[in-house]
């Protein structure tokens, strides 16, 4: 598990973006901030849609902006809720197949340290692109 100062260090980047959340149908603000490899800090935030369906998680946000600034290697990350939720199972699995067994810090949204785990806690079994080759 990373030192506690660079978890406090990704639950703050993470509280400060929490903010700009779309959560207008159910206010439920999510933020994640991973830890790139390279020491880089990428935040994102939970989007929600009219269509329930299109709604995107901010752990699937704050990956897929990390890989467009092509990002390929992680070490933690850290998802700051209300209560300090763990990911759901979409975002679970991306996790595991985009970053691999990462740290991850469970926060609430006053930036208490609610669990710490990792991703093959997470997602015992997983299934990733390594199982077809």
């Keep these: 598990m990373i030192n506690i100062n660079k978890q406090n260090e990704l639950i703050n980047a993470a509280m ?14 999510v933020a994640a901030a991973l830890l790139c490899a390279d020491g880089e800090i990428i935040t994102g935030i939970n989007m929600e849609s009219s269509s329930y369906g299109l709604s995107v998680c901010a752990e699937r946000n704050t990956i897929a902006t990390a890989v467009a600034k092509g990002k390929k290697d992680f070490i933690a990350l850290a998802v700051i809720s ?47 692109h390594k199982d077809l080759g």
């Design 82 to 128: 209300r209560s300090g939720v763990t990911p759901c199972g979409a975002c679970r699995q991306v996790i595991f197949d985009i970053c691999g067994d990462i740290d991850i810090i469970l926060s609430d949204g006053n930036g208490n340290i609610q669990d710490t785990t990792t991703t093959k806690a997470l997602l015992p079994m997983a299934f990733s």
């Design 16 to 29: 400060k973006v929490r903010g700009n959340a779309y959560a207008p149908y159910s206010n439920f603000q």
